[in-house]
């Protein structure tokens, strides 16, 4: 029997959303995509959300989950590393609530992903403790151990070597620096080491755009933790917080 829900991402480009059977993994219909407003300011962000739920044209108690790019504890947005600071310690779920007259799930957008790779992708059915990674403008992180999401673990922002993890191993540092897949490699390596000291994790999936080119990074990595890309790529996160909303509220 399929069950529909609603996936959003935000990202810092564009904000894209589907009608998805969360039984299956499927879409329902056309993915919709529209670019993020300029300065991502929550009222814009808001609007535009509402339109792409409009387009979509789902029946409106179809549950909604919203991918977004910061902690989030009980529905507020905790951090803003990429976005417009007003977003720290702003009422996310309520103000979106109000705007689209309608119930709505805040998650962080790595531990979507994460959480759909699992469900749907790579890691389908695999057990103990699975790390997912998405490395894009930053590094998001996500904690799904025996099938079950551990929010906001928040790994792009670990110190390493006196740095935020992210503002050395993220793969937009590495173009905007300019350097080698050999070069950032390095970086990744002192990154997942450090995690798997931590943590001693099951498997790594990698996510983020740059999981495409995979084969020019992961073979130079040394880990004792396999380490593989996530498939699901930019579905990821429309998919996990679809996923996500049609479970139980956490809050
Ligand atoms: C944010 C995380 C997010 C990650 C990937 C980080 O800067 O703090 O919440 O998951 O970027 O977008």
Not at 189 to 194: A, I, L, N, V
């Amino acid at each position: 029997m399929s069950r529909l829900s609603i996936g959003i991402d935000i990202g810092g480009t564009g904000i894209k959303g589907g009608l998805v059977d969360v039984a299956s993994g499927e879409f329902v219909g056309e993915r919709i995509r529209i670019l993020t407003p300029e300065g991502g300011e929550p009222e814009d962000i808001a609007t535009v959300t509402r339109d792409i739920v409009e387009q979509l044209g789902a029946p409106s108690n179809t549950p909604i989950g919203v991918a977004f790019p910061s902690a989030i504890r009980h529905g507020v947005t905790m951090l803003a590393a990429n976005i417009s600071q007003r977003w720290i310690g702003f009422e996310a779920e309520k103000f979106f609530e109000e705007q689209l007259g309608r119930e709505i799930l805040f998650i962080n957008d790595a531990d979507a992903a994460g959480f759909a790779e699992v469900k749907f992708g790579a890691a389908k059915d695999r057990d103990g403790l699975v790390i997912m990674t998405t490395l894009g403008t930053g590094i998001g992180s996500a904690f799904i151990y025996d099938g079950v999401l551990i929010p906001n673990t928040e790994l792009g922002h670990l110190e390493i070597d006196g740095y935020d993890a992210e503002t050395r191993a993220s793969a937009v540092v590495r173009e905007r620096e300019g350097i080698s897949y050999a070069d950032w490699a390095v970086r990744l390596q002192r990154y997942y080491s450090h995690v798997e000291m931590l943590f001693s994790p099951d498997l790594f999936l990698v996510g983020g755009g740059v999981s495409k080119s995979h084969d020019q990074f992961l073979p130079l990595l040394n880990l004792r933790t396999p380490i593989i890309p996530a498939t699901l790529l930019n579905r990821a996160g429309i998919l996990g917080a679809a996923a996500l909303a049609d479970g139980p509220r956490h809050h």
